[in-house]
């Protein structure tokens, strides 16, 4: 049976687009969205099933939005054609994520960061040192990539750090960086770097607020878990 007689067995009005169309995008699951994108199956897969079967494959919507043009097309049924239109698409998606980042407004907790960060450095697969400079009023005014590193670490002095907070005139800073292993527990290297960027904050009279490990899908703020103190700084 082809794509086309298998998606013609989904009566019309359960059919994503259909669906799309009468109920808008919110009514869609996530593999009925990717069905669309894709538009066709494979020799007796329809694009709904080769959707599903990627989300199977990589676990979730963050290893489906991490996956290579080269991890997608060992899938049964993705092509080249196919993957390089996923990866635009997870593209504009990430790039929107991004736009988050809106100078002047008011960062008011860990998370709030972690939700603005996540979407720059998360997805790495290299570390990536990313900072977040602060006024007097807690207000975001520049954000930037400072190092990339390898795998497993990334490496960064001090007054790479420090020159860009200067520069921008910065009351207080918040450093992030990701983890690729998808694991935000702090190494024995991250508690070092945050006691020397301490050391230096205090010496340059730049507050250092945080320093949050991110992943994906979730993070570990140093202030929250009382390695920076417990003054309330968000």
Request: glycine share 6%; aromatic share 6%.
């Amino acid at each position: 049976m082809s794509s086309i007689m298998a998606m013609r067995s989904i009566p019309k009005e359960e059919r994503p687009r259909e669906k799309l169309m009468r109920e808008g995008v919110e009514a869609l699951s996530l593999s009925e969205l990717l069905a669309i994108i894709l538009a066709t199956g494979t020799r007796g897969k329809s694009a709904l099933a080769l959707a599903q079967e990627l989300i199977y494959h990589f676990k979730d919507l963050h290893g489906l939005l991490d996956a290579s043009i080269e991890e997608l097309i060992q899938i049964k049924g993705m092509g080249r054609v196919k993957a390089i239109k996923l990866r635009a698409v997870f593209g504009i998606a990430l790039r929107n994520n991004r736009s988050s980042l809106v100078l002047n407004m008011l960062l008011t907790s860990a998370q709030q960061a972690f939700e603005i960060i996540k979407g720059v450095i998360a997805h790495e697969k290299k570390e990536i040192l990313f900072i977040l400079l602060r006024d007097i009023r807690g207000r975001l005014i520049h954000s930037e990539k400072v190092a990339v590193g390898t795998l497993s670490e990334v490496l960064v002095h001090p007054r790479e750090v420090f020159y860009i907070a200067v520069r921008h005139k910065a009351h207080s800073l918040i450093v992030a960086h990701n983890h690729p292993s998808g694991d935000h527990t702090p190494s024995k290297a991250d508690l070092d770097l945050t006691t020397i960027l301490l050391h230096s904050s205090r010496v340059m009279g730049i507050e250092l607020d945080d320093h949050l490990i991110v992943t994906p899908s979730y993070y570990t703020s140093f202030r929250e878990q009382g390695f920076l103190g417990k003054e309330k700084v968000y």
